[in-house]
């Protein structure tokens, strides 16, 4: 998987075309589990998200242990790409993408919807 720059000073991507972009399966979903992992090289929390009937439970690993804790993210919808081949964390099998943008420090503040939508609401 390619490096990516979690800073806002990154340049911007390459052009690519709306069927790039489709290729991307963003969902909403609310997290339904989440608990910490201090075994990973950066303080990360595993977390359980449910993403409706269609795509069902997935597992994600990631590092915003420095604005949440596991009781503040239960029942919270966050965004996640579902597409991505599962990854090897540790011991802990990552099944999607949690997504977020940097703060200033460059930690991780998740992406969220504004208003409760129903789970596995794909982005458009």
Do not use: W
Not at 14 to 36: M, N, W
Request: hydrophobic share 45%; glycine share 8%.
């Amino acid at each position: 998987m390619a490096h990516i720059h979690h800073d806002s000073t990154a340049p911007a991507a390459d052009p690519i075309t709306f069927d790039q972009f489709l290729a991307v399966d963003i969902r909403v979903g609310t997290i339904v589990e989440a608990e910490a992992y201090p075994e990973a090289r950066k303080p990360s929390i595993k977390l359980v998200i449910d993403f409706g009937a269609t795509i069902g439970c997935k597992k994600s690993s990631a590092q915003i242990a420095t604005h949440y804790t596991p009781e503040t993210l239960v029942g919270r919808q966050i965004a996640a790409v579902v597409n991505f081949p599962p990854r090897q964390i540790g011991k802990f099998m990552s099944e999607v993408l949690t997504l977020g943008f940097p703060d200033e420090a460059g930690e991780v503040v998740l992406m969220m919807p504004a208003h409760q939508v129903p789970d596995g609401g794909r982005l458009f």
